[in-house]
């Protein structure tokens, strides 16, 4: 069994003991989502879609998303929805973290997040925990909640892996140096990975061991279609005012922006081909730098268009003749979900996923790739003019997209089974 962060005390225990006796179950299942949030905003962005669909599903939950960054609160929550934000943290190309605004030690700030974990958690009290990626949490920071759920509550657990995490050999030494293995075995009733083996086997690739297996369920990549149908009005409104339907738009989208710098430098070097105008997103966190370079090309440029941050690119890439994008999962997944013509330029750093992601999709016909070191102006000029006008890629016969129908359905048995008191 793994320990917890900070040791629980026998006041802890019957507080625990004390919360659960007194609290009666309400008639709507309570939903809690984790994400860690130290890198961009896709783990809160498909978290966010996962209590959207859930909300609109039969189960009617109350849902709580324990989120790591402020800029979460910009994103509106489903009905019956709240949110508990942790102090930021902020992983470096690196790998390793830091305090993103207080000046304590790092050591400080992962103790305030336990706490707020463990806290928000032992007086919500979910019938359902997903935990997004990180079995532990980052740095560990939801072990002494993890351990307080197990022993004092009934509340199912679940992982959501995305499709591909890293290298294996990386995933395999990573999760034996943190005891992760043994976290899914301890405190997880199900791991739900969010894409289909065709494109990417985790559970075969990851070595998985033969106790946790049973536990894993693919459920399919989620269609983002579905995500317009929880989007704000005036986030498409914005969009079609913008009025993209009536010319070929090349669009540019970079997720956070926190890895975005050299696809951000090449795209402001862009040479249009006759008929095209471009646009550019490139998230929240993109150096200054680099943001000065692509305001001074749209200052000069008619022709090109800059939109320092929307809630719903969905919105703007439905409308769009191509995209050139990083190749982060929830990204990726929305723009072949649209099935348009689509240039990916991985992260070259840190985290192979991306490049594992997009060389996979490369060989299924999906998409086109890009590495970091070849990226250009003129070289995505050239894709434009050559492949941005090309037949849509058309995946939906191949690749599974039912991935939110199916997560409904798996929480709905879990539920099922921990309102009946019956043992997963």
Known sequence: MLT???????????????????RGRPT?????LYSHDTLGL???????????????SPLQPVTLSLVGKPEACRFPLPARGERVVLPALRKRPEGDYLPACFDLPLTHVVNMRSLILRAALEGFRPDLLIVDNVPRGALRELDDALCMLRAHTSTRIVLGLRDVLDDPEAIRRQWSESNSYAALRDYYDEIWIYGDPLVFDAQHDYWFPADVQPKIRYTGYFDLCERMRYAQADDLLAAEQLCLRDQDTVLCLLGGG????????????????????ALIVPGPYLQAESMCKLEQRAAADPRFRLIPFVREPMA???????VVAMGGFNTVWEIVALEKPFLVVPRAYGRREQWIRAKRLQELGVLDVQSQESVSGQSISQWVATRGRAPRAHIRESI?????????????????????????
């Open 42 to 56: 896709g783990h809160m962005r498909r978290n966010l879609l996962l209590a959207q669909a859930l909300t609109a």
């Open 400 to 424: 599974r997209m039912d991935g939110l129908s199916t997560v409904v359905d798996l929480a709905s048995g879990l539920l099922s089974r921990e309102l009946r008191g019956v043992s997963a």
């Open 258 to 277: 926190e890895d975005g710098d050299v696809l951000a430098g090449a795209f402001a070097d862009i040479a249009l081909p006759d008929g095209f105008n």
């Open 4 to 22: 917890p962060g900070p040791v629980a005390t026998a006041a802890d225990d019957q507080r625990a003991r004390l919360t659960v006796a007194a």
């Open 316 to 322: 703007l890439a439905r409308d769009c003749t191509c």
């Open 28 to 32: 709507a299942p309570r939903i809690a």
